[in-house]
């Protein structure tokens, strides 16, 4: 299994990124930081889309090793993205967490809004509308058990983005969704041990210099790999 397993105590904490122009001082660097993670962010969307053909002929590697890997077979309430094309798919691996009797939670959204809220079943799954992304979400406005008003959180997310890094680095889809969400998550359940993963493309995988962190970012304790 080619998992970046876990990373010491930093993982879930932003961490630093050496040798990038983040680093330049005063509004011109972050003039151009912004900048250079524009471009950065626009040229993986692009490789992904190129990516479609793969991502729909089979179910990589990564979703099936990730029903495997140790976080998921320990956690009990699981939140896992349902994919869209140019993502890893999801499908099967939302299957094998039902057979093995998790929780499941994924993502609703609204606005700026998202919340992490409980699907019971693939039957379920099977009849979600689209979004005009074309991503299977329950209504926001339906009633269902949600994460953060539950007292119980979650235990384990697993979480979409266009480039991962070894050092579990993460740039996701540029709304801030999941940032956002994954902050107050844990600041709702502060003292709850929570394991962030997500699953790559091997063409999503770049180098530390190309996606440093933020202070405020999270960091992911495993990115599992097609090889």
């Known amino acids: 299994m080619s998992q970046i397993g876990e990373l010491g105590s930093g993982a879930g904490k932003g961490g630093g990124g050496g040798g990038s122009i983040r680093e330049a001082g005063g509004s011109f660097g972050k003039m151009e930081a912004a900048r250079e993670e524009e471009f950065f962010h626009k040229q993986q969307k692009e490789q992904l889309k190129n990516l479609k053909t793969k991502t729909e002929v089979k179910t990589p590697d990564p979703a099936k090793k990730c029903s495997k890997a140790r976080p998921s077979v320990r956690r009990k309430r699981v939140s896992i993205y349902l994919s869209t094309s140019g993502e890893v798919d999801t499908t099967e691996l939302l299957c094998e967490m039902f057979r093995l009797e998790k929780m499941v939670f994924v993502p609703s959204y609204e606005g700026a809004s998202m919340k992490m809220v409980r699907l019971r079943g693939m039957e379920e799954y099977e009849s979600l509308p689209l979004t005009k992304w074309n991503i299977k979400q329950p209504d926001f406005k339906e009633t269902r058990e949600d994460a953060m008003t539950n007292g119980h959180g979650i235990d384990l997310f697993i979480v979409p983005g266009v480039a991962f890094t070894r050092c579990g680095a993460r740039m996701g889809h540029g709304m801030g969704y999941y940032d956002k969400f994954l902050r107050q998550h ?24 190309d996606l440093p962190m933020d202070n405020h970012d999270v960091r992911l304790h495993s990115v599992i790999t097609e090889k």
């Open 186 to 209: 844990s600041d709702k359940y502060p003292h709850k041990k929570i394991s962030f993963m997500a699953l790559a493309l091997n063409e999503q995988i770049v180098s530390q210099e």
